[in-house]
């Protein structure tokens, strides 16, 4: 399975990150529509988890709105995560 698959499998049904409600994968850099999200992308490293309601928020009013909103930056925070799982994945 191609890494960045594996790593899409991963987040599925992690928290969301503002209410620890269930979450739904959210990309920061955004697949696209039309595109297959079941094939290797390298967007697919850059998720956050976030529950249907702040899901639809972030989309409804932008990344930079809901960052200072929620006063986090979800860039760090989706690297962060991806570099505990590689090591996770490496131990």
């Known amino acids: 399975m191609e890494m960045s698959l594996e790593y899409l499998e991963h987040r599925k049904g992690v928290k969301c990150l503002i209410c620890s409600n ?10 696209g529509a039309g ?13 956050i988890n976030l529950c249907r ?10 990344a930079i709105k809901f960052s200072k ?8 925070y989706a690297l962060l995560s991806l570099a505990k799982w590689m090591f996770e994945k490496e131990g």
């Not at 595109?35 to 998720?47: V, Y």
């Open 22 to 31: 269930v979450g739904d994968r959210h990309h920061l850099s955004s697949i």
């Open 35 to 47: 595109r297959k999200r079941e094939i290797s992308h390298w967007e697919h490293f850059t998720l």
């Open 53 to 62: 309601e702040h899901h639809t928020e972030i989309h409804q009013i932008g």
């Open 69 to 76: 909103k929620y006063n986090l930056n979800l860039w760090k």
